[in-house]
């Protein structure tokens, strides 16, 4: 299935801060982000979202309908097509957060108390 014309949809992200960091933030983003991305622990989280969002819809991945959990838990990088949604997830390991393209309102409620679930926000994109 051809998903390259959601990339150009409205972008949600799931992230571990609730909302993004401005460009002369006198913070330290970079070194806390490099520290969240050296740690599995937020990537397992995104995991969870997946598996979790898994229960309510029938996700596609690499053309396989609801793959096995297992190699979902492994996976470094996908595309996360929504099955019966124009609804696009990219998980990627060196990323600090999800990305959301094209979700309607009733996708963007169940991330948000997904996202909730596990310490994460959502919120929209650029």
Known sequence: MEIEHLFDKECWV?????YR?????????????EYYLKDDGLFNKFVN????????YDICIDD???PDI????KMKYANILI????????????DSHL??????DEMLDLLNKLSGSEGLYLWRGI
């Open 70 to 73: 297992d190699k979902i838990k």
């Open 83 to 94: 099955v019966n949604r124009e609804c696009l997830i990219t998980l990627d390991k060196t």
């Open 99 to 104: 990305s959301i393209y094209n979700p309607d």
């Open 21 to 33: 960091v401005k460009e002369n933030s006198e913070g330290r983003f970079f070194d806390i982000e």
């Open 64 to 66: 396989r309908i609801n």
């Open 49 to 56: 979202i997946i598996l979790k969002l898994n229960c309510y």
């Open 14 to 18: 799931i992230d571990f801060l609730p």
